[in-house]
C-alpha cells in the first residue's frame, strides 16, 4: 500500500477549478429529455453545488404533476436513467467544451504549488459524474496532472452532497488503509455543508454565484474571494498537514 499522504486537497470543479460555459447544463437537459419525453424546465432548478443525480431529481419534481408521476414512481430507476444518458451525453459533447472552458484564477498555479509538497494529495469532491468531471478538467488541460481522477467523489449516486465527500474518504481509505485530513474546496454554501458533515475542512473560493458572504455564513474555515494568490491555500493546506490535533478520518 502506498505511503498516507497527511492531506488530501479535495476540488469541486465548476465555479471553484473552471468554468465551463453552458455545455455541462446542456448536457444534463438533453438526458432529461431523453429519459423523459418532455423538455427540462431547468429555469426552475438552481445547480450549484449539486450533484447531477439531485439536478434529475429537482428537474423531474419540476414537471407538472401528472408528468413527472411516473418518473417518481420509477424511484433510483430513474436516477441511474439518467446519470446513464449524462455520462453517454458527455462521449458526444466533449469536444464542445475546449471552445469555452477556462480555469479560473490562480488555479493552474494553486494545483502545482500544491503538488510540490509530496505530503499532499489531491482529488476531486465534485456533483459532476465522472465522464462529465475528467470532459472538463481534460478541457483546460488538468485531466492528466496532480489532480488524481482515480480518487475521488462524483454525483452519479443517490444521496445528497455528502454522498459525494463520503465516497472520496471512502476511495483514500481504500488505497491509503487510512484518511488524511481531506480539505474539501468548493464554491457553493452546499460543498461547506458537505465538507462538514463528512468530517473534512472547508474552504469556500467565491469565484462562483456565491459570495464571500454566503461562504461564511455556512460556516467555512477559511473563505477566499479567489485563488489568484496560491500562497493563501497553500498556507491553508500547510497549517492542516501540520495541525496535531487534526482528526484523521472523523
Ligand atoms: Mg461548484
Not at 102 to 111: F, K, N, S, Y
Not at 187 to 192: A, E, F, G, N, S
Amino acid at each position: 500500500m502506498s505511503p498516507t499522504p497527511r492531506v488530501a486537497v479535495c476540488w469541486d470543479i465548476d465555479g471553484t477549478l473552471l468554468w465551463g460555459g453552458t455545455v455541462g447544463r446542456d448536457v444534463l437537459c438533453d438526458a432529461f429529455t431523453t429519459v423523459t419525453g418532455h423538455r427540462a424546465p431547468i429555469e426552475a432548478v438552481a445547480m450549484g453545488g449539486r450533484t447531477d443525480w439531485l439536478i434529475g431529481e429537482a428537474l423531474r419534481d419540476a414537471l407538472p404533476a401528472h408528468h413527472a408521476a411516473p418518473f417518481v414512481a420509477r424511484g433510483d430507476d430513474f436516477g441511474h436513467a439518467v446519470i446513464a444518458a449524462v455520462t453517454d451525453g458527455w462521449g458526444r459533447r466533449a469536444g464542445e467544451l475546449a471552445a469555452v472552458a477556462r480555469t479560473l484564477p490562480g488555479v493552474p498555479e494553486t494545483v502545482a504549488a500544491l503538488a510540490a509538497d509530496p505530503a499532499v494529495i489531491q482529488t476531486l469532491t465534485t456533483g459532476n459524474v465522472r465522464v462529465g468531471a475528467r470532459a472538463k478538467l481534460g478541457a483546460v488541460g488538468l485531466a492528466d496532472g496532480p489532480i488524481d481522477l482515480g480518487l475521488g467523489g462524483y454525483g452519479e449516486g443517490p444521496g445528497q452532497r455528502v454522498r459525494v465527500v463520503e465516497q472520496a474518504r471512502d476511495a483514500l481509505a481504500a488505497r491509503y488503509g487510512e484518511v488524511p485530513v481531506m480539505v474539501v474546496v468548493g464554491d457553493t454554501p452546499l460543498d461547506v455543508e458537505a465538507a462538514h458533515r463528512a468530517g473534512a475542512l472547508a474552504v469556500g473560493v467565491a469565484t462562483g454565484r456565491s459570495s464571500v458572504g454566503d461562504l461564511h455564513a455556512a460556516g467555512a474555515e477559511h473563505v477566499f474571494d479567489d485563488l489568484a494568490d496560491p500562497g493563501r491555500l497553500v498556507a491553508v493546506v500547510r497549517s492542516a498537514r501540520e495541525d496535531r490535533h487534526a482528526e484523521p478520518g472523523r
